[in-house]
């Protein structure tokens, strides 16, 4: 069975691409290495376009007989929407629009989504159920409601079958030591404080010392890759044996503050970890925590590398080989 896994080259595409290859799945990577390294590629087909372009796109489904798509193509910057939002909805939904448009046409119905928690907005509700009501309030959270709002209308319309998995905070690195973390630039928190102790950033810096949680810093909730990865396969698994569509959270239903999080990185790699304390960004909350009842109910799913530990251990023997590669 073909399967199209649209940004296989980036993170979490990546990690994904490895468990779909362990599970003897056939995989095409659909990529056009904006953001996606080459280095991530373990192993598939690897066919360069752009989901902006349909003649790409229906060039590789005329082509390889596509059964399911797994599409992480997406603009994933929740800074950048904000300066600049006419980016995110062009590329975000456009991109979304042309590969569901595809998929229709040649009689692939079945997609799994790579969505955000930031369609919940601020949470009135923690640990956050999936019942929770929408209310994102950046653009990039936006982009994913909207797409979300559209894979419901398609199926009624069209049959297509979907499970959308609503992200927390991947972190981590492939266990194994062959993937890991290259975002240019780089937004998340724990590969920040690792290029920091590299020596690839002049500082770190903490955002909000304020918010109203027991040491003042933001409590998320971090949820390891391979996890991730792990629970995309189950997605995939599920999608083709049933015809339920499904909204699904990926968390661990447990947090970290940032200051925890520094303590940890200590701890792990025997270095002091001096910080620059900054005012809150635009948008951030105080806690964000997935309920995870769901993903183990309907998926089967288990959390095994999400544990604080495991994640910065990880992701610090990724960054401490591969960090050259970064330069």
Do not use: C
Not at 8 to 34: M, W
Not at 221 to 231: E, N, Q, R, S
Not at 291 to 299: D, G, N
């Amino acid at each position: 069975m073909k399967i199209l896994v649209a940004g296989g080259a980036g993170y979490i595409g990546s990690h994904t691409v490895k468990e779909l290859i362990r599970e003897g799945f056939d995989v095409v990577i659909f990529d056009n290495f904006s953001t996606g390294k080459k280095e991530l590629i373990v192993g598939g087909e690897v066919v360069i376009g752009d989901l902006m372009d349909k003649k790409s796109i229906k060039k590789v489904f005329s082509s390889k007989k596509i059964e399911a798509v797994l599409h992480f193509a997406s603009l994933i910057q929740v800074g950048e929407s904000y300066l600049n939002p006419q980016k995110y909805y062009t590329h975000n939904l456009i991109s979304s629009l042309n590969l569901l448009e595809t998929m229709l046409e040649s009689g692939a119905k079945n997609f799994i989504f790579s969505s955000s928690a930031a369609v919940y907005g601020i949470p009135e509700k923690i640990p956050i159920p999936e019942s929770h009501p929408l209310n994102p309030f950046n653009p990039y959270g936006q982009t994913k409601f909207f797409i979300e709002n559209i894979l419901q209308d398609y199926k009624k319309a069209y049959g297509l079958k979907f499970i959308s998995l609503r992200y927390f905070n991947a972190a981590g690195a492939d266990p194994e030591g062959r993937l890991g973390e290259m975002h240019d630039p780089e937004t998340h928190l724990i590969p920040n404080i690792l290029l920091f102790l590299l020596g690839k950033k002049k500082s770190f810096e903490l955002y909000g010392t304020d918010f109203a949680t027991p040491d003042g810093t933001a409590i998320r909730d971090y949820i390891h890759v391979t996890d991730l990865a792990k629970a995309h396969v189950l997605a995939l698994k599920k999608i083709l044996a049933s015809p339920q569509s499904e909204f699904i959270n990926l968390g661990a239903n447990k947090g970290s503050s940032v200051l925890e999080v520094i303590k940890k990185t200590e701890e792990i790699t025997g270095r002091k970890v001096p910080h620059k304390e900054r005012p809150r960004r635009k948008g951030d909350v105080p806690v964000l925590l997935a309920s995870k009842e769901k993903a183990e109910k309907i998926l089967g799913w288990k959390l095994r590398y999400s544990s604080l530990e495991t994640i910065i251990d990880t992701a610090w023997s990724w960054h401490s080989k591969n960090v050259k590669l970064k330069a």
